[in-house]
């Protein structure tokens, strides 16, 4: 196979690294860039919608995920929602529900529970013509 460099919107730049000897109890909030070589026990939620959340192999995060970028080489223990992309690596580990609009998964990347897609618009109801000509969304 081809490598090919992965094409985002937009260039991300990295703004915080926690660190592989790093143990973060309690939620973060960020924006731009963060990267999770170490432990986090608790919510992480960007702030801005190009955000992007770098996990290593090392890097272990229990609770939920919301952030629009997310590639994933660790493990995740909660629910991740990645509305724009998300890419699983094949040491990934995902113990929880995965949202997401956009989704790579290499071979060997586990996730133990439901895979979610995010739909950019909402589908429109069919309307149907019952017998006396009037529309529904009832087949009733």
């Known amino acids: 196979m081809f490598w090919r460099p992965k094409k985002y919107e937009h260039s991300i730049k990295l703004n915080t690294l926690i660190g592989q000897d790093t143990r973060i109890e309690g939620g973060i909030t960020f924006s731009g860039g963060l990267r999770v070589e170490g432990y986090v026990k608790g919510n992480i939620v960007a702030e801005e919608e190009n955000s992007l959340l770098t996990v290593s192999e090392s890097g272990i995060i229990e609770g939920q995920v919301k952030v629009p970028y997310i590639i994933l080489s660790g493990s995740v223990t909660g629910d991740v ?11 990934a580990q995902v113990h929880g529900d995965v ?16 895979f979610i897609t995010i739909e950019d618009k909402p ?3 069919l309307a149907l ?3 006396l000509g009037v529309e529904t969304t009832s087949f009733k």
């Open 81 to 91: 929602h990645a509305t724009k992309r998300l890419e699983l690596a094949n040491q």
């Open 99 to 114: 949202y997401y609009h956009l989704i790579e998964m290499a071979v060997g990347a586990k996730v133990n529970g439901n």
């Open 123 to 125: 589908v429109p109801k």
């Open 129 to 131: 013509t019952n017998k």
